[in-house]
């Protein structure tokens, strides 16, 4: 006889709950940040270079122009590549909306692409499938911190003369064929939003090879104004001209000083995450009716998000019974992520969606707790309260 889950009044397996993503933030850290408030500068200062420069030389990328956030990182990739009315931007139909919604600034349509069931990465058949003559470019995106298969989408993108651009916000730290990945696309977008890797508080980055669109892009985050304030007084000039219609998304000194102390941690969050992502794949061989995401070979992962695929022939409830039924054990899964097409907003303006693996695919995703600061009893606990739960609701 199995023990009786919380949802159907058995003991929970955790009283203190388990989130399924938390920052890791120290003294250093916060020392950082108490150094900036003490400072001159607040804003467009000595730590937003210093992070874009440690960033690019992380990434072994040319040029890095950190952003507000990686939602602005990615409006302004898109307002790179002037976008007309009716230009389609490929991207995979499983990924956060602001993926798709930076196209929609910038007046083009997203085009919804289906994913391989075993990664959830984008499906390259697929994105063959949709490119028309308006395919402006293809927007990949690190699943859970897998990174694409770069070589194979880059050579689409060249014999299509189509921009070819990667959502990164999963995979910092991640490697394709060695390299960190950052420096395949022509650009490569980072966010350092408080569940990913590293953590501003609100943050991004947009990584590329070309001084001409870094250049663009540091015009683009400071409202399309030709200098900024700093080298206009390093220049002893105050005169400056508006040339483009820009935003401002800069990043304030103090999120850059949190930015600059986490990248220096970053090796170590990697580590732990990976630890972490290897005992759960021992854990998780014994469980039934539970598959693993597949990882290609020349490839290391970020594991920003650990993704299990429940085998919904064995069992007899849906997805998100059985996530209720986590959390009433303490245990905070998650789902990463609804297709974009179905949230009301994109159902209103009715774009074509004809992703048949993503519909069935997103049926039986959950994403397990993972982060630095998880400990191996954590992980434990997640295994044990899902096979609890799945051994009670097994048809
Ligand atoms: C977090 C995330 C973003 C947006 O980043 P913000 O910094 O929160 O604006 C975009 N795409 C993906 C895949 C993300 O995970």
């Known amino acids: 006889m199995t023990a009786l889950p919380a949802i ?5 397996q955790r009283n203190r709950f388990l989130h399924y993503a938390r920052h890791s933030v120290d003294e250093d850290d916060i020392r950082n940040v108490e150094k900036v408030l003490r400072s001159a500068w607040l804003t467009t200062g000595p730590e937003l270079e210093g992070f874009e420069e440690n960033l690019s030389s992380f990434l072994g990328s040319d040029f890095v122009v950190a952003m507000s956030s990686g939602t602005a990182a990615l409006h302004a990739t898109m307002a790179m590549l002037n976008l007309n009315p009716g230009d389609e931007v490929l991207m995979p139909a ?12 910038c007046g083009a349509t997203p085009v919804f692409v289906d994913v391989n069931p075993d990664s959830l990465l984008i499906d390259m058949e697929d994105v063959k499938n949709k490119i028309t003559e308006n395919t402006k470019a293809v927007i990949a995106m690190d699943y859970a ?4 298969n770069y070589q194979i989408l880059q050579n689409i993108c060249c014999k299509n003369n189509i921009r070819f651009i990667v959502d990164c916000c999963h995979s910092l730290g991640a490697k394709y064929k060695d390299k960190p990945v950052g420096q395949y696309a022509d650009f490569s ?6 569940a990913k890797s590293i953590a501003c508080g609100e943050g991004g980055a947009v990584a590329t090879n070309s001084l001409e669109y870094a250049e663009a892009l540091r015009m683009f985050r400071n409202h399309g104004i030709d200098s900024d304030f700093v080298t206009r007084r390093k220049h002893g000039v105050t005169k400056y001209d508006m040339t483009e219609l820009g935003y401002n998304y800069r990043l304030s000194e103090i999120h850059s000083a949190l930015g600059n102390s986490q ?3 970053l090796p170590e969050f990697l580590e732990r995450r990976q630890k972490i992502a290897t005992y759960y794949d021992c854990l998780l061989e014994k469980t039934v009716g539970v598959q693993v995401l597949v990882c290609n070979e020349d490839v290391v992962h970020a594991n920003h998000l650990y993704v299990i695929k429940l085998d919904l022939s064995l069992i007899n409830v849906s997805r998100d019974e059985i996530l209720s039924a986590l959390h009433a054990e303490g245990i905070g899964v998650n789902v ?3 297709p974009v097409y179905t949230h009301s907003y994109y159902k209103n303006i009715s774009l074509d969606s004809e992703c048949k693996v993503t519909d069935s695919v997103y049926q039986q995703i959950l994403s397990l707790p993972i982060y630095p600061g998880m400990t191996d ?11 609890k739960v799945i051994t009670y609701f097994r048809r």
Request: aromatic letters at 12%.
């Open 336 to 338: 990463h992520y609804a």
């Open 377 to 387: 009893a954590d992980v434990k606990d997640v295994v044990a309260a899902l096979d």
């Open 8 to 12: 159907a009044g058995g003991r929970p």
């Open 94 to 105: 499983i990924t956060f909306v602001a993926t798709a919604n930076c196209v929609l600034y």
């Open 145 to 148: 911190g897998q990174p694409t």
């Open 189 to 194: 977008i980072f966010s350092f939003h408080p």
């Open 263 to 265: 990248l220096k941690r």
